[in-house]
């Protein structure tokens, strides 16, 4: 099992920035995918944001593109991805969960496409 807590969520205002962190633990894969993924509600869960485990082939949504920065650190067994949250806005609201799934499987683009899952941090943009 991996075990994966996620931290750093927040209320604040439009133009504001946050920075989300995700520390994993557990049973490690060689190498695996670590993504964000956000519900807002009365939405579907999106991804957000990926990244491999070598901190390399990062993904980003359109509406994260120039605006979000997701990173990796490695330390022995603990790993911790976190997500820069800048110029945020009242649409970024939303429950911000961290996801995990096999490097070896691929990128994946779906909730269905991931293993492993935190509890999720809320997110809110006031305008």
């Known amino acids: 099992q991996v075990q994966l807590v996620e931290s750093g969520g927040g209320l604040v205002q439009a133009g504001g920035s946050l920075r989300l962190s995700c520390a994993a633990s557990g049973r490690t894969f060689s190498s695996y995918y670590l993504g964000w993924f956000r519900q807002a509600p009365g939405k579907e869960r999106e991804l957000v944001a990926a990244?491999?485990?070598?901190?390399?082939?990062?993904?980003?949504a359109d509406s994260a593109k120039g605006r979000f920065t997701i990173t990796i650190s490695r330390d022995n067994a603990k790993n911790t991805v976190y997500l820069q949250m800048n110029s945020l806005k009242p649409e970024d609201t939303a429950v911000y969960y961290c996801?995990?799934?096999?490097?070896?499987?691929?990128?994946?683009?779906?909730?269905?496409?991931?293993?492993?899952w935190g509890q999720g941090t809320q997110v809110t943009v006031s305008s």
């Open positions: 996801a995990a799934r096999p490097y070896g499987l691929g990128l994946g683009y779906k909730p269905t496409d991931y293993d492993y």
């Open positions: 990244i491999n485990w070598t901190g390399g082939n990062a993904f980003y």
